[in-house]
Nanobody
Framework: QLQAFGGGLVQPGGSLRLSCAAS????????LAWYRQAPGKQRELVATINNRGETNYADSVKGRFTISRDNAKNSVYLQMNSLEPEDTAVYYCNLRNWYSSRWSDYWGQGTLVTVSS
């Protein structure tokens, strides 16, 4: 199980930091990620970080968002700067474990981010 928190209401140009703690076991080969789903839209990938610390970002958030992880705390974070109204969405954290020759996915419950003046 994963628990995400840190969402809220923020003005355009502001910042928020999302956190997600995993109570699931994290295997040695894994990917932690943040997704988001805006009203009326499909869920989209925001950022990923793998067990080697390699990161990837959606083009829409590059240069504004930073994903990081703390392995000792089984946690992943998303620092969001220069927020725009288009970033308004429910943000979900995801853990993907590689085990027994397959990927297994685990999801958090989501945290709402609203960017509005």
């Amino acid at each position: 199980q994963l628990q995400a928190f840190g969402g809220g209401l923020v003005q355009p140009g502001g910042s928020l930091r999302l956190s997600c703690a995993a109570s699931e076991r994290i295997f040695s080969i894994n990917v932690l990620a943040w997704y988001r789903q805006a009203p009326g839209k499909q869920r989209e990938l925001v950022a990923t970080i793998n067990n080697r610390g390699e990161t990837n970002y959606a083009d829409s958030v590059k240069g504004r968002f930073t994903i990081s992880r703390d392995n000792a705390k089984n946690s992943v974070y998303l620092q969001m700067n220069s927020l725009e109204p288009e970033d308004t969405a429910v943000y979900y954290c995801n853990l993907r474990n590689w085990y027994s020759s397959r990927w297994s996915d685990y999801w958090g419950q989501g945290t709402l981010v609203t960017v509005s003046s």
